[in-house]
């Protein structure tokens, strides 16, 4: 998202307002709403990234592949645990309080929507705050898995280059290299498996039960509402699909053109963060 991008017009929320008026909606939130937080996407207009993000499977094959991912989260974790909902976030709390939308299904995986007081939220793609053992599935907090990066690895952070570190949107850091040579991995504490964050990464596959669990919350819903979202990525964009399906309402607020422009009764072209707390003081 870029902050130069132009608001919408006051008209185009109150257009959105009309149509929410009166019917429940179920929010597809995607990136937009996170990056309002300074989080970054791969998406938003202007963005270079460097490298692509990690695979699934090259994740799980290649130990070389971990201790790059593992290395630069250890830098990167921090950012995203301070990271503090937005006023699009907030704006989606109040909504659902109001009895104005049922739920949201996000993208994202900072768990900002249960920070800002959401109380039903499917997070598709998991959360960065858990990490799981793939050999026996115990779950482990992020934060506890942090400190054992930490303690692993007493030197490593003093000595890495990290101030050529930058941001990725997969709450890692780009850094050298030639400062992974040396990082150690903790294994899991039960099993001695290996460990990887509770999240979809890409090339793997939503959790059925997830998916079941989103699918019920849409059908919830009169309208869908999608905020914050290109809907490049199939796991979203198939609620597009399926609102076009049983014709059901499609309203969507984002910076940019997004795949499911073409089936939108209204489309407001602004930040979340200036339009949704707009619509929920008129809603609310």
Known sequence: MSDAS??????????????????????????????????????????????????????????????????????????????????????????????????VITQNVDGLHHAAGSRRVIELHGALADVRCLACTTLETRASYQARLLAANPDWRVNADTTRAEPAPDGDMEIPDAALESFVIPEC??????????????????????????????????????????????????????????GRPVAIVNIGPTRGDDVACVKVEGRVGDILPELAALLS
């Open 189 to 246: 504490g039960t099993c001695g498996g290996v460990m990887k964050p509770d999240v979809v990464f890409f090339g793997e596959n939503v959790p059925r039960a997830r998916v079941d669990d989103a699918w019920r919350l849409f059908d919830e819903g009169d309208i869908l509402l999608v905020a914050g979202s290109s809907l490049t990525v199939y796991s979203g964009r198939r609620f597009i699909h399926r609102a076009a399906e049983c």
């Open 6 to 103: 132009p608001a919408a017009a006051a008209g185009d929320v109150e257009s959105l307002a009309r149509l929410l008026r009166g019917r429940r909606a179920v929010v597809l939130a995607g990136a937009g709403c996170s990056t309002e937080s300074g989080i970054p996407d791969y998406r938003s207009p202007g963005r270079i990234v460097r490298r692509p993000p990690v695979q699934y499977q090259e994740f799980v094959r290649s130990r070389a592949a971990r201790v790059r991912y593992w290395s630069r989260s250890a830098i990167g974790w921090p950012r995203m645990a301070n990271a503090r909902p937005n006023a699009a976030h907030v704006a989606l709390a109040e909504l659902e309080h109001a009895g104005v939308i049922s739920g």
